[in-house]
């Protein structure tokens, strides 16, 4: 059973109460509230992990309220319409195909998925030329091939593996251990860098030590063709009408009750916004759900301070900058008409091109190729690094409704699509009608990015660094101090990054908090995923199964 297995289980144990909750006493945790007091839990954020926190919480009878930054609900969960068509701002991907409460709602809501198809992805290598489905597919087969040997390799001897030693050294040494041919041997390294788009992160940058925190729920991927518009409505018309909800509330700070030496005494959670300075909300538990990068940001809002190992924790992970460019187009130029009568990739990737300045490797996906009706002539471009700064900071500069803005993203993209087949630069049809730019990096309350990943590091400086350890102390948080976190960041390891993983931690910590005041018998079906029966977790060839498969944006 691989390391990722393993911690589902404990997982499941910790949510079910099967473990002790107060790391002093090795007790477990339990409140004692004043005759006819209901437990009054506040909860920040009303994304995905938050919104399923509220849900099972408000179930088990207790007061919840939500207090949200933003105008809306739903975090990163987000769609805006571009030329008529929906268009998701944050996740694409649904991750795992076993047992997953996230699949589960989709098909109970219909939606239309794709299983992306076994059509090999086009490749353009470094001077613009268009690789044959045969060299392309070789050298595809060949970047995963090498990916499943690495994460086998982190999984088995994460213990020796230096914590310096990233991804794209191991693919450096298998491919000169398989001889493979300088010149495929460079395509696959330029092909790699597309790992970046999976984790919101260069290659160069990922753990190899503990890139088996990268594994995900088995059987697949598949992409959310009619968007998570269905799901997240479904969501908040279950949760909402029984919880208090508060748009454009900043929380500022939190102020947790010390240990309860007694167990008896019954100390508030103090919650000060910005809209309001001087009173305060009260509770009894505070669950928080901001992203990694907010709690980066506002460590300082936490009074008294947080314990050392999860300051350490949130100091240590680090966090993505994955970014999305949607670009439609009056027509699906780059399909002939016997194209359309066929399946097409899914996938198209750029080498590092010397065609342009900067010599980004780029990818899309071809919308197009979705099923009807969900398909549109767009390309959906994911980016990652120093691209995605690029670009966010040129389109954060232009109003998206003016033509300038449209034109910038256009131009920039231009040496890319303008490769593909069929294009003309004279048709109308193969200039962008409309285009869409995330702004994650640049948005407050997501921290500055997108979602947790595992990078390396020199312990010359930083000293020993155990992501697997930094996760489960942000799990089990402050329960003695009534300090909650939930979040893809606080996920089971096959989850992490992901929306399931979302929402598997807000219900986690939901059953943990109902337990501590007597509330055993909530029924919250939705938390069993993934595959127990100790099969293998890996890569899946064409149907991308790792985190955030196919750069969806995770949380």
Known sequence: MSKA?????????????????????????????AKGHKPRIC?????????????VLSKGGLDVTILEARDRVGGRMYQSNLGGHLVDHGPNWIHGLHENPILDLAKELEDTLLDVPEVKPTVYDQDGHLLSVEDGGHCSRLMWEIIEEAFKYSDQGADSIPQDRSLLDFFKIKLKEKNIPALNAERVMNLCQSWGDYIGGDI?????????LEETIDGGNVFLAS??????????????????????????????????????????VTVTTSQNEIAHFNFDEIVMTAPLGWLKRNTNAFQPNLPTPLQTAIQNISYGALEKVYLTFP????????????????????????????????????????????????LLFYMHGALATHVTTLASKLNPKTPEYLTALSDFFKPYYSLLPNYD????????????????QNDEFAGGGSYSNFQISDPEVVGEVEFDKDIEALRKGVPERRLWFAGEHTAPFIAL????????????????????YGVNDV???????GDETGGELGVEEGKVAVKRGGTGLGA
């Open 331 to 378: 027509s699906a130029f780059w399909l002939s008409p016997a194209d359309r009568q066929k399946p097409n990739p899914f996938f198209n990737h750029w080498l590092a091109p010397t065609y342009t300045p900067h010599h980004w490797a780029v990818e899309c996906a071809f919308l197009s190729s979705l099923p009807a009706p969900h398909s549109h002539p767009t």
């Open 5 to 33: 297995l393993q911690d589902y289980a404990h997982f499941k144990a910790l949510s079910n109460q099967e473990s002790p909750e107060n790391g002093h006493s090795g007790t477990m945790l339990r409140r004692i509230l």
């Open 497 to 516: 990054g992901t929306v399931t993983g979302a929402w598997c931690s807000g219900e986690a910590v939901a059953k943990r908090i109902l337990r501590a």
């Open 425 to 440: 630069a004279t048709a109308p049809a193969c200039s962008p009608s409309h285009a869409l730019a995330t702004n994650w």
């Open 204 to 212: 160069n940058r990922q753990s190899l030590k503990y890139l088996w």
């Open 523 to 529: 029924v919250v079906p939705g938390l069993e995923i």
């Open 43 to 55: 909860i920040v954020g009303a994304g995905v992990a938050g919104l399923r926190c509220a849900q």
């Open 227 to 268: 968007t998570y518009r269905a799901i997240l409505d479904r969501i908040t018309h279950d949760v909402l009408p029984h919880v208090n909800l508060q748009l454009s509330t900043k929380v500022t700070s939190i102020s947790t009750s010390p240990p309860e030496e007694s167990g008896t005494t019954t100390v508030p």
